[in-house]
């Protein structure tokens, strides 16, 4: 794998970000961390340089709409329209569908906003209509005036089921409704032996123009690994040319948003960034080549360089946009 | 037929309304003019007793939701939930899913409010967990606090087809998108031919229960034609002993709401209340026995009568509540 990207590397046409010329850029994400610092390559990048994959094991159907929660966290942060207070769904958003669903007695754990629920009925038709997920997503982001390029891990049906000590809960089910709250034993990702990555993000990959692959700082057990275990593609990620650079979720001994440190605590897996450099050297050997974690978490550099990751300290929380903007350079500034 | 009711009449247990004991009531219904009966004859009944067979060659599949409009503004209306002033929809409406899917460029001609939104989408979600229209309806019904019992006018998928000078169009499309402007030839009921009778109405028209068969004012073209074709239905209330008492759409030579007077001009249909009468005397011998028309229209009592249906002039324009209740109670206070 090494040596096909030093073989890479010295082919004609590839010029790295210090040059000056500037390639596409391919990040990986789960819902907000991902979309955090998507939003920062974005802004960072040439318009349509971004090309981000997105998780689609959380998306489920629900009242009859088809729900792609990391796909819209994306989308809503690129265009500008996600509301950040709440972590999720459309700023100035309203709930008076949710509440007629109330007065009928129906189902309301799942918060559908009314401009929201715009977006899932625009995709319910149009995946009705014979539109798969990635042309649905494609379009979406048009119609939003999101210049990046936005795909779904996959166009096949993976659902992520929970193993818990309550038995098996649908993802929604386990984050939504349980809010995280019975242990995690092990997850499953349903359908995703039958899935392939999707074609344009392979075409991508064998362009030879992509200069750099961010894994965002998504959870990487309900966001990221389902996105890599779509069969063949962390393969394909790892023997590109292009360095991978993933950036920790957990700083300090916590997650900045979700239950990825719950998770590992319930996994037996320590809390830290070195426990996440363990996750992914154990199960996706050679792919990472530099792992961002917070400078917070220096104290770890070692223990993480032992595992085979580059471990680079830097400022990783991101709460402005500014925050975002300095993380994808620092992510664009290394290179293999 | 005369003879069949006449026995019938005579059984033991047959109690008329004058003679105290109620018996059930079977209106036939279509959108804002059927609703108004509707309500007015529950007011004026026992809880329970009114049912309310509605069109549905009107429903239409649209941003993956099940429309069913005609169901719809009954099921509002008895709710004491419709918006009286706009003639659909509920009272208090807000438009943001309308919004936001005008920002994606989606489809906004048919106006879907917020509120409205939640009826469709637990609509979409029953039918897609295996149940049937007339279960989801009956069930909404519950929900919504309705006492009578509402059944759309089949099972089956039936989709009314315009035939216009302009070609033809899907009912909504004509109704809603082309605010009814194309010129109508004729019309047609997809699927009708295969469709039957709700089992729970032939019930009812079995039971002997019955006392009264209404036709509200609704659109005699595209609200009361489906229902009555779906096949064997008007023979079955033909031949049942209740009286079958048809109110005029039609005041005046105008229509009270709706295309009605539009669609009768283009079909070279007189645009009277005799023009009503000749077309169900004509599509449904022996089926009407009492017509009420407006006393604005006394005048056309005798050329209704030798089509063979009894004029009875009363005040059919319902504005207040007490006018809807007091047009039930003069249906009701009709015998054979």
């Given at each position: 794998m090494w040596l096909r990207r030093a073989v890479a590397r010295s082919q004609p046409g590839y010029v790295s970000l210090k040059g000056g010329a500037v390639k596409q850029v391919l990040a990986l994400s789960g819902g907000v961390g991902g979309a955090k610092l998507s939003l920062g390559l974005e802004r960072v990048l040439p318009a349509g340089a971004l090309h981000v994959l997105v998780n689609t094991g959380d998306d489920f159907t629900h009242l009859g709409l088809h729900i792609s929660p990391d796909i819209d966290t994306v989308l809503y942060t690129l265009a500008g329209r996600a509301n950040q207070a709440q972590g999720w769904g459309l700023e100035g958003e309203s709930w008076n569908t949710m509440e007629a669903m109330a007065l009928l007695d129906g189902e309301t754990w799942f918060r559908l906003g009314d401009r929201d629920i715009a977006t899932h009925l625009w995709r319910r038709s149009q995946l009705?209509?014979?539109?798969?997920?990635?042309a649905v997503t494609q379009d979406l982001a048009r119609r939003m005036g999101v210049k990046s390029h936005i795909y779904p891990m996959c166009r096949e049906t993976v659902r992520t089921v929970v193993h818990t000590d309550e038995g098996d809960l649908p993802f929604q089910h386990y984050f939504v409704?349980?809010?995280?709250?019975?242990?995690?034993?092990?997850?499953?990702?349903?359908?995703?032996?039958?899935?392939?990555?999707?074609?344009?993000?392979?075409?991508?990959?064998?362009?030879?123009?992509?200069?750099?692959?961010?894994?965002?700082?998504?959870?990487?057990?309900?966001?990221?690994?389902?996105?890599?275990?779509?069969?063949?593609?962390?393969?394909a990620l790892r023997d590109h040319a292009a360095p991978v650079i993933l950036v920790s979720p957990i700083v300090d001994g916590?997650?900045?948003?979700?239950?990825?440190?719950?998770?590992?605590?319930?996994?037996?897996?320590?809390?830290?960034?070195?426990?996440?450099?363990?996750?992914?050297?154990?199960?996706?050997?050679?792919?990472?080549?530099?792992?961002?974690?917070?400078?917070?978490?220096?104290?770890?550099?070692?223990e993480i360089n032992r595992l085979g990751l580059n471990a680079v300290c830097t400022a990783t929380v991101m709460t402005t946009l500014e925050d975002k903007m300095r993380l994808a350079r620092t992510c664009l500034s290394l290179e293999m």
């Open positions: 009705d209509a014979g539109q798969d997920l990635a409704r349980r809010q995280c709250e019975p242990r995690v034993r092990s997850f499953e990702f349903e359908g995703l032996a039958a899935a392939r990555p999707d074609p344009d993000v392979l075409a991508l990959l064998a362009s030879d123009d992509l200069g750099h692959i961010v894994v965002c700082p998504s959870n990487p057990f309900v966001s990221i690994d389902p996105v890599l275990q779509v069969p063949g593609m962390w393969q916590m997650a900045i948003k979700g239950p990825a440190a719950k998770m590992m605590a319930e996994l037996r897996v320590p809390v830290t960034a070195a426990g996440v450099a363990r996750h992914y050297a154990e199960r996706y050997p050679d792919l990472v080549d530099h792992f961002l974690i917070d400078d917070s978490d220096a104290k770890l550099t070692d």
